[in-house]
């Protein structure tokens, strides 16, 4: 029988091979459609950076690594896209090599928790609705160190966390068990974040609630969350920021 984190790893592995299996990147017709917004925000920092790196976590098949790719390879610029599913990174090769950008994507089959981040080496590390599918909220907080200490000075982490996750039984309404493995109140998880980069400058802090249908065991799922988008840099503290 599969333990608790097995269970919904198994869940979310049905759900995504799904996802790649019948939607194709950047075509309407699911969230692959486009890279997230907060992308094209960070992104023009860095097209002057030689040789820049960054650092993409629960990758998938590309949705912002690719356009990242597309636009710091002209200065030799790499992605490095980690996912642990086979079907993300084999669909990740492919459209790297239809949109001629293999040269500047580098796949890694890892657990994000697991994935050995070399200190001092990226500018930008991206994470979109990742982080929140480590195994505990310890594995969460010592990703998070590591990620910091990955990261060169002036470097910016661009996160999107989910949290308050619910998941509900469109048929019935009947409430289940939310697929996600760090499942945290919206307040803790604020706090969690805030603590962590207490030293960093906050550029962007917003929560957005989303409500969305996914497919559970072919049962429609409605599934509700606050969104914590957070944009931080590795620099002194302007402004007010986040507070204890």
């Known amino acids: 029988m599969l333990n608790r984190v097995e269970q919904i790893r198994a869940d979310e592995k049905r759900y995504h091979d799904f996802i790649y299996e019948h939607h194709v990147l950047f075509e309407e017709g699911s969230w692959l459609h486009k890279p997230v917004s907060m992308i094209q925000g960070t992104l023009p920092s860095l097209l002057d950076i030689p040789n820049v790196r960054v650092l993409d976590l629960g990758c998938g098949v590309g949705r912002n690594s690719i356009p990242i790719a ?11 896209c980690v996912d642990l599913l086979d079907s993300a990174l084999t669909k990740l090769e492919r459209y790297s090599q239809t949109y001629g950008i293999e040269h500047a994507i580098q796949p890694v089959k890892s657990d994000i928790a697991a994935y050995s981040f070399p200190e001092n080496h990226f500018q930008w590390i991206v994470a979109i609705s990742a982080l929140e599918h480590v195994s505990s909220v310890q594995a969460l907080t010592g990703v998070l160190e590591k990620m910091k200490r990955a990261t060169k000075e002036g470097g910016v982490h661009s996160l999107i966390v989910n949290s308050n996750v619910e998941e509900r039984c469109v048929e019935t309404n009947q409430r289940i068990e939310a697929s996600i493995e760090v499942n945290l109140p919206t307040k803790n998880m604020e706090n969690l974040l805030n603590k962590t980069y207490r030293n960093w400058n906050v550029l962007t802090q917003t929560v ?10 072919q049962k429609e799922v409605r599934l509700t969350t606050n969104a914590i988008t957070l944009v931080v840099k590795n620099e002194r503290p302007q402004g007010d920021g986040w507070h204890e």
């Open 208 to 217: 957005k609630p989303l409500s969305f249908n996914i497919l559970r065991e």
């Open 70 to 80: 597309s636009e710091i390879q002209k200065n030799h610029g790499k992605v490095v």
